[in-house]
């Protein structure tokens, strides 16, 4: 038999379907990598483009799972919260938010940010702004006293698996504490446009401290007086309880640690500490210290005297940010110890 | 004989390979012929497997004419490395599918495979793995071409798959100004 004619081959002389199962694979972690390729040649272009089975570019958010970082709000010492893109390129732009008042990044998830807007000589009120399309929804506030608050954002879409739900409903859950010894939770819905009746329940001298939520199954969780005790809203129930007390001092993020166990993380003496909250017989569970992590291996030593902080997470990940006085802020995956660094100082 | 599929499709291959030889002979489109282990053939291959199991495997040589010798030899080696390493139970698991499997890196040994193959053995090889069904192999490929173009400006991409350009000057720039933000470091 004659051996057939060899040619040098090319993704194009390739099928279709291997081409997107190639472009499939570019790493989600820089997105202008997929623009590239789209202005590779047409054919590419349309793959890329296509709605064709749910669409290229729902497979390819569901093929990558965890969402990606593209940037984050920092509440810094200014009035106007920093945006801080992580990727080399980025398509989005700061908030646009006015330029005089104060403003207070609450929380982010499902693609849209909540932000409590304290502008001069308006009423305050809650901006949810959509990073990718850019637009903005103005809230008035709970008709509830408040003094001190957090807020939770979420997506209202049944069965939804948010990986573009960016532009459907959303609910915004909202935490107040008033001078009283009493916290309440409201919500919000994009569909009726009011806020529904609020539940409250005795924390005490814990206030909510405007700290972001976490979201695990069904319930949210709220720091309050900033890691003195931990407020768990039960969306399905529109039930409150109070997790208290912590077994550390000084400043915690709370995060999900393996199928759906509330954790928190801390620092001390250069090292991560990871907490795990433990179900007891008698149902009243308690903190389990979970992992520790010296971070002397993994990041740059701060400045002499200084000892890092936690400072925030990425919800559906193990990353947290953990900032050093003269170092700056870093993202620290707590599984991989993958460290990486983010554009912004940490205030020493 | 009515068997239930997929545990009858094992249960006959086990039958065969204990009453038969346990490799199978496999000819390229150019006529040469590989052996390759029938149980790792099986496991990673859908269209081995149902050969196998519907008997129509030749002794002599079961003809893939759309496989060259070079791409065989590839998806041989590839089978028989694998019969070596410790199977996980993700590339085993049948119910799987490669549309919506989660995303799993490649193992050092299946990186370190592909990483020595040409840019033609590559894209033969990738065919010859769509063709025999073996997802894991098209993962690994397809994986290995999409890191090919990381860090990589369009220009680029076309020069190193032999792309031809079909955009006009015109098209690109407007797309190039509509989406600038994807070009500010090149």
Redesign the interface.
Known sequence: MAPPSRHPRSPPALMEELIEEILLRIPPDEPSHLVRAALVCKTWRRIILSDHGGGFLHRYRSFHRSPTLLGFLHNSEGPIPSFVTTTSSSPLSPPPLGRHGDWWALDSRHGRMLIYSHPVRVADHLIVWDPISGDTKRLGMPPYPLNAYAGAMLCAADGCDHLDCHAGPFLVVFVGTPSGLETWVSIYSSETGVWGPSVSIDTGFNQADGKRSLLIGDALYFSLGYGESVLKYDLGRHELSEIKPLPVFGPVIFMEVEDGALGFVSELDNCIYMWVRQADANGTGRWEEHMVMELETVLPKPAPQTTYEVVGFVEGTDTIFIGGCHVGVFMLDLKSRKVKKANLMHKC | MEVDKGKGEAEETRKVAEADRDTVTLKS???KLFEVSKEAAARLSTVLAGMIAGGSIDDNGTDLKQI?SEALENVVDYCNKHANSIPSAALISSSIS???A??KEPEEWERKFVDRLS??AL??L??AA?FLGMERL?DVT??K???M??????DQ??EV???????TKEE?EE??QE?A?????D
């Open positions: 489109s150019d006529g060259g490669f549309n919506t989660p995303f840019h033609d894209f033969d990738v065919e769509n098209l397809c994986h071409i999409s890191e173009m990381k860090g990589k400006s369009p991409i076309r798959f032999n792309i031809k350009n079909d955009y690109l797309i190039r989406l933000w994807a070009f500010y470091d």
